[in-house]
Structure formats: structure tokens, C-alpha cells
């Protein structure tokens, strides 16, 4: 509810910068490719999903590491629980269909064997599942977009896993061979 809250601000001050009435009907899709806008939760999990990745590969007496795992004991109050960070982020894990542990060790193969592109790669796809399986209506652009952007990834990933089983000097060449070959050089 209260990313909903976010958006609902930011558009309007969207229309306002815009200059645009209240009587002209405008979908909130073509407000925000005339700003070259995302939506406010997509920019929101990027940003907590960077930050887990950061989190995760600091040192273990991190206390920020810690609490990413802190289970509290004792007795829940009455009513219904509260919307915590920790069941947010357990439901993105479950959206992108891994489980905690194996985010974990996303995060640690970063450096090692491209992780990070692993990462957006889980990260793209959720965001195309929950978009296909949400209520809200994506404009077939923004969804193409996504898709497109999923498929580039995808190979990037496999062109990293057959090419650079290992970092160094060889990995950064062949990044490179494969920038040029994208850019039709």
C-alpha cells in the first residue's frame, strides 16, 4: 500500500511539472515514458535487491550481515502481522523462484563468475513473472522491453559461462571481444 502511496505522489507531481490538466486523460504508462521514468516499486526492489547484494558480501561480524538472518524469538502481538522488511524480502526471494540460501551465494560468486549478471538475469525474470501474473496492466512495449532485455542477459550469461570459466586478464579481453562483436564492429 504505501509503495502505491509513492507512485500516487510522484505521478502527480509528474503532471504537475508537465503541466498537465486534470482534464486530459493520460495513462500512467505514457507519463513515464515521456519522463523516461520507472515505476517507483521497480525502482524501489532494484535498489533492495543492491543493497542485499552489497550487504551479503561484507565481512561475516558485519552486524548488517548478521541481521539478514536474525531470527527474534518470543511471542507475535495480536492482530495481523505486520508488514515487515523480512517478509518482503522473503517474498521477492520466492518471486524469483530461489530460495534464500541460494541468494546468498549469488551475491558471494560475484567477482568469481559473474554472480551480478546472474542476479539481473533472476532479477529480470521476476519482474517479467510478476508482471504477467499481476493485475495491473503493463503497456505490451514495457513488457517487450523487458522481455528483450531478459533474452540479452541471458545470453550474456551463457557467453560468460563457455567463454571465461575464470577471472582475470582472458575475462576482461573476451568482455570486450563481446562488446564489439554487440556493437557490430
Given at each position: 500500500m504505501?509503495?502505491k502511496r509513492?507512485?500516487?505522489?510522484?505521478n502527480?507531481?509528474?503532471?504537475r511539472i508537465l503541466?498537465?490538466k486534470?482534464?486530459?486523460?493520460?495513462?500512467?504508462?505514457?507519463?513515464w515514458?515521456?519522463?523516461?521514468?520507472?515505476?517507483?516499486?521497480?525502482?524501489?526492489g532494484r535498489?533492495r535487491?543492491r543493497?542485499?547484494?552489497?550487504t551479503l558480501?561484507?565481512?561475516?561480524?558485519s552486524i548488517?550481515?548478521?541481521v539478514l538472518?536474525?531470527?527474534?524469538?518470543?511471542?507475535?502481538s495480536?492482530?495481523?502481522p505486520?508488514?515487515?522488511w523480512?517478509?518482503?524480502?522473503d517474498?521477492?526471494v520466492?518471486?524469483?523462484?530461489?530460495?534464500?540460501?541460494?541468494?546468498?551465494?549469488?551475491?558471494?560468486?560475484r567477482?568469481?563468475d559473474?554472480g551480478a549478471?546472474l542476479?539481473?538475469f533472476?532479477?529480470?525474470?521476476g519482474?517479467?513473472?510478476?508482471?504477467?501474473?499481476?493485475n495491473?496492466?503493463?503497456?505490451s512495449?514495457r513488457?517487450?522491453e523487458?522481455?528483450?532485455l531478459l533474452?540479452?542477459?541471458?545470453n550474456?550469461?551463457i557467453l560468460?559461462?563457455?567463454?571465461?570459466p575464470?577471472?582475470?586478464?582472458?575475462?576482461e579481453?573476451s568482455l570486450?571481444?563481446e562488446r564489439?562483436?554487440?556493437e557490430?564492429?
Amino acid at each position: 500500500m504505501c509503495i502505491k502511496r509513492i507512485q500516487v505522489f510522484i505521478n502527480r507531481c509528474l503532471r504537475r511539472i508537465l503541466r498537465i490538466k486534470w482534464t486530459y486523460k493520460i495513462s500512467n504508462e505514457s507519463l513515464w515514458e515521456r519522463t523516461r521514468q520507472i515505476p517507483a516499486g521497480d525502482e524501489i526492489g532494484r535498489r533492495r535487491w543492491r543493497w542485499i547484494g552489497h550487504t551479503l558480501r561484507k565481512l561475516c561480524v558485519s552486524i548488517t550481515k548478521n541481521v539478514l538472518d536474525w531470527n527474534p524469538q518470543g511471542k507475535r502481538s495480536r492482530g495481523r502481522p505486520r508488514g515487515t522488511w523480512r517478509r518482503v524480502r522473503d517474498n521477492d526471494v520466492k518471486d524469483s523462484g530461489h530460495t534464500w540460501n541460494h541468494v546468498k551465494r549469488m551475491a558471494q560468486d560475484r567477482e568469481r563468475d559473474g554472480g551480478a549478471l546472474l542476479m539481473a538475469f533472476t532479477l529480470l525474470q521476476g519482474a517479467v513473472l510478476q508482471a504477467l501474473k499481476s493485475n495491473h496492466l503493463y503497456s505490451s512495449r514495457r513488457l517487450t522491453e523487458l522481455l528483450f532485455l531478459l533474452f540479452d542477459v541471458a545470453n550474456f550469461v551463457i557467453l560468460i559461462d563457455l567463454h571465461c570459466p575464470m577471472f582475470g586478464t582472458d575475462y576482461e579481453r573476451s568482455l570486450e571481444i563481446e562488446r564489439l562483436n554487440w556493437e557490430g564492429l
